[in-house]
């Protein structure tokens, strides 16, 4: 033994030989690697009791429609601003047959599951990461690598092709789940704030409680690729592993972990409470943060040329959503078409009546377009999502009139010499 304490190159948990395909250990385990970019990008590797391609030949087979909401065709979503109610937990579906996809382009992907059952057998996605979010529910991620404890408020990264299961607890369950097929997401980092906002890595929970077990029997994985779903089964448990190391890993995030940037004397733009990069694809999350003092404290109107806006509620009322949305609904807002605060919300606005914090927690997924929406999803649109704006063109302060035109001209010389009221005055010269 070393005098010293250490740390590795590499986190590591369990029984592991002294260096990757190498050292006496490996003539007694089986070595398994999981890797990204061939053999030269992230890697992890678990060391198993039995070899991981055990499986009995005469079981594996594809299945037919195991999924079909998930595989719901792709329509162009057009000029239209949408709103989805809650998605309706189908009966006896667990986290993978109940999942139902909502938008998606080449590269990413948002999807929505309510389960209200167990899984009976183990998955791996060979086709994307995933980053789930959990609006409601709580419950064990099981994984290869350890059990992940998930509660309500929580990310949960599952990287590309990890076998795991999920294990809720009783409750009801609601999930958001984003699909990177693209690459892995990355933490989202500016170079004049550095790595502790929104975030810092130091926030992520890696499973280090490794669960290893000894059990004989039939053990089902069903295994993604594209729209393809195939079944094998193995007779030992796939969670045999007794060691691993590497950083190619599933972790935890909790969203009360995200400290939001925040401005005074300006509105910091969506893209300023991003969390994760996705290939094609930026999360972001709004939540509890002071309200801006001197600037304007809800959305400017703009319209995103190359992007599909959607985001999901998860507390509080939402502060440019004049009350119209509610927890667990999701937005759409296509590309190019305007949008911004809601009569309601803008009326706050411009009487002066901010609050100090913003109670809410949101997030938010841009999709580059073109991104397209499912026929699931518009099967739960809110008819009358359009006419929430229709303020604009009914109440007093907003419509036509003929002397506006005037009346800003006169506000603009009247306001023209205004100062911001945080830079002190000129000083006058004393005669």
């Not at 195991?66 to 667990?94: K, Q």
């Not at 419509?399 to 506000?411: F, K, M, S």
């Amino acid at each position: 033994m070393d005098k010293y304490e250490y740390y590795r190159g590499l986190p590591e948990v369990g029984i592991v030989p002294r260096a990757p395909h190498a050292g006496p250990l490996l003539r007694h385990v089986y070595e398994q690697e999981h890797g990204r970019g061939g053999f030269s990008g992230k890697v992890a590797h678990t060391y198993h009791l039995y070899p991981p391609t055990n499986w009995l030949p005469a079981e594996t087979r594809a299945l037919d429609g195991f999924a079909r909401a998930w595989e719901s065709p792709l329509a162009p979503i057009g000029g239209t601003h949408l709103l989805l109610n809650v998605a309706p937990a189908e009966p006896a579906r667990d986290v993978y047959r109940g999942m139902a996809r909502i938008v998606a382009n080449a590269t990413a992907a948002m999807n929505v599951t309510a389960p209200v059952a167990p899984m009976d057998y183990f998955f791996e996605h060979h086709s994307a990461t995933m980053v789930f979010f959990v609006h409601e529910g709580r419950g064990t991620l099981e994984t290869t690598f350890g059990p992940i404890e998930y509660r309500k408020g929580d990310f949960l990264i599952v990287p590309k092709g990890v076998t795991h299961r999920f294990e809720p607890a009783p409750g009801r369950h609601y999930y958001w789940m984003y699909e990177s097929f693209g690459g892995d997401p990355e933490k989202a980092e500016s170079p004049s704030t550095g790595r502790f906002i929104t975030h810092s890595a130091s926030d992520y929970r890696y499973p280090r409680s490794l669960d290893t077990r000894n059990e004989a029997g039939r053990f089902e994985i069903v295994a993604k690729v594209g729209d393809v779903y195939t079944r094998r089964v193995h007779p030992t448990h796939p969670f045999d592993v007794v060691g691993w190391r590497g950083d190619y890993l599933p972790y935890r995030f909790a969203v009360e972990d995200v400290r939001p940037l925040v401005a005074d004397r300006s509105h910091v733009p969506p893209s300023g409470h991003t969390v994760f990069a996705l290939p094609g694809c930026y999360l972001c999350v709004f939540t509890v943060r002071s309200v801006e003092k001197e600037g304007m404290w809800l959305p400017f109107f703009h319209r995103n040329l190359d992007y599909l806006e959607t985001v999901g509620y998860h507390f509080g009322d939402f502060f440019s959503g004049g009350g119209v949305v509610g927890p667990g609904m999701v937005s759409l807002h296509p590309v190019g078409l305007p949008h911004g605060p809601k009569p309601r919300a803008i009326e706050k606005w411009l009487d002066g009546k901010a609050g100090t914090v913003h109670n809410e927690v949101a997030v938010m997924a841009d999709f580059a377009n073109p991104a397209r929406v499912s026929e699931w999803a518009l099967g739960l649109r809110r008819a009358d999502y359009m006419e929430t704006w229709s303020g604009y063109t009914t109440e007093p302060r907003f419509t036509w009139r003929a002397d506006r035109l005037d009346e800003i001209r006169r506000t603009a010389e009247r306001v023209a010499d205004a100062r911001d009221t945080l830079t002190p005055p000129q000083e006058t010269e004393t005669p």
